[in-house]
């Protein structure tokens, strides 16, 4: 499987916040209410960079429809 550079950088930015919620449920560790705060304005960038338009140029000049110059 391949993902875009786009998909690869949300996902991984999402990897934080979920290991926080992981050791919340799983450790019963407490978050501050900044850490929580943090966690959420993550959660609703990496939402919003994917709510670009289609095809627009991202960036790092990576494109859906223009073909990769590797």
């Known amino acids: 499987m391949h993902a875009s550079p786009v998909v690869f950088s949300v996902l991984m930015s999402l990897a934080p916040p979920a290991a926080a919620l992981a050791g919340l449920l799983v450790l019963g560790q407490a978050l501050t209410h900044i850490q929580w705060l943090a966690m959420v304005l993550v959660v609703l960038a990496c939402g ?8 627009a140029v991202r ?3 990576w494109s859906p429809t223009r073909p990769s110059a590797h």
Do not use: T
Not at 48 to 55: D, L, N, Q, R, Y
């Open 48 to 55: 919003g960079s994917g709510s670009g338009a289609p095809g």
């Open 59 to 61: 960036a790092g000049g």
